[in-house]
Structures are given as C-alpha cells and as structure tokens.
Nanobody
Framework: VQLQASGGGLVQAGGALRLACAAS????????MAWYRQAPGKQRELVAT???????NYADSVKGRFTVSRDDAKNTAYLQMNSLKPEDTAVYYC?????????????????WGQGTQVTVSS
C-alpha cells in the first residue's frame, strides 16, 4: 500500500489550500484516514481524522478552519484548509489504517504518506 500526498505550497495568511492523500495497492478497506503535521523543532501533531461513517475530529487549533473529507471510491482523503495562519506552516503527513489481504485472510496496518510542505507567509 502506498499513500501519495499532494497539494502543499506557499500561500499568504488568510488564504486556502487543499491537500489530497491517495491510497493505492491491495486495499480491502480503509478504517481511518488522518492528517498530521510537523513544524520545525516541534513534535508531529494530529490535525484531523476521518473514520468510517463520516466521523471527523479536529485539533482545537484548526477547528472551524479546516475540513477533512474522503472519497471512498478513490481511496482518497482531502484536507481543505481555509483562513490559513503562519502557525499552520509545517510538513503535512497523511496516515491511513488499511485492511489488506494476508495469509490470515485480512489484517490492518498503518501507513504513512511522504509529507507535503505547507508554508503560510504573514
């Protein structure tokens, strides 16, 4: 399974970006997709999650500004980021809990994308 993240870039404060994370490979189902971010000198933090049934959760710092969604047909998650602030500057990573076929019929593993840089200028 591979996760390909895209959509990062440079934007001015108050602007918007949309990130995408496409999962590919031998996928039976995806339980959860999530977005994390890591700013220079800081620990990686959870930004938003999307679980089966459309349940979403957000970090307090992004509530009301970011929206996570998923296209199940495309195995792709999105993160719409509006009203961006300089403190949103970070490398954004996607993560997915994926059910794949194995010798034991099926198993669930966690996969990471390669990260995409988001830079917000003041």
């Amino acid at each position: 399974v591979q996760l390909q993240a895209s959509g990062g870039g440079l934007v001015q404060a108050g602007g918007a970006l949309r990130l995408a994370c496409a999962a590919s490979g031998r996928i039976l189902s995806i339980n959860r997709m999530a977005w994390y971010r890591q700013a220079p000198g800081k620990q990686r933090e959870l930004v938003a999650t999307y679980t089966n049934g459309g349940v979403t959760n957000y970090a307090d710092s992004v509530k009301g500004r970011f929206t996570v969604s998923r296209d199940d047909a495309k195995n792709t998650a999105y993160l719409q980021m509006n009203s961006l602030k300089p403190e949103d500057t970070a490398v954004y990573y996607c993560n997915a809990e994926v059910r794949i076929p194995t010798m034991a019929l099926a198993s669930t593993y966690s996969y990471w994308g390669q990260g995409t840089q988001v830079t917000v200028s003041s």
